[in-house]
């Protein structure tokens, strides 16, 4: 565990929080919450806790209806263990089954509470790394084809819905076969990384930028006309040609795609861009075409 896990205790009887708490404060971060919809606010609000221990029995609220909110709302929703007085295997079945990941009954033991808790918040992290790794190119850090897809369905229906300009970039670096034939493969590997690092950090945050594949990027630009990811484009395809990785002179040929709001799916972005790629190769490389 490098950062310290943060725990939300929830439980209207203040005297049981502080003996959860009085356990748990050596090892993690506590938040506290004493009814129902304060724990909802603080579940719902970055930084977000990463576990929560929830009383079943309080007033206005219960926790199994905070639980049920707390799954409905969330694609990934913040484990929960239940704490409470019931101990028959009707209410641990009810608790479960609403996507609890465990559950303890009073009067509790601090042993088995702290044991718990850091099972599920071990689980918790080793998701979270794992989710963090399927999500990015290994290679290069920055997203892969995977996520690309994902995130790019998302932005494509928001911008359709909205009315809003989006744009997609796609990028491939010129005579790459020729830098791994005369430089060799881990040269390559290093002006891919240096590549990636330009684009990543010459974009928003909110941009996509993945590697689509071999020596070939996407980027997507939001709330972006075709006009200014040309500029955008001219601007990165400048700064590549002047970036020389491990002393190595490269270019860059992009060609760029913007969405219609007429029913266009990322496979027709993707079809011009690639298109528009092939333009730019055939003018002559190192330039940027808006297919
Ligand atoms: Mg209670």
Redesign the pocket.
Known sequence: MTDKATILIV???PS?IQILAAILKKTFHIKVATNGSDCLKIATTEPKPDLILL?????DMN?YEVCERLMGDEKKPIPIIFV??RNNDGDEEKGLNLGAVDYITKPISPAIVLARVKTHIELKQQRDAFEVMAMHDQLTGIYNRHYLIEAAQHKIARATRHKQPLSLLMLDIDHFKAVNDTYGHSKGDEVLQEVSQVLKTQNRTEDVVARFGGEEFIILLDQCDSDSAEQKSQYLRKTIEELNPSGIKITISIGIAQLNQTGDSFDDLLKRADLAVYQAKDQGRNCVVVG
């Open positions: 439980d209207d009887a049981n009383d079943v029995e309080m007033p926790g409470t007085g």
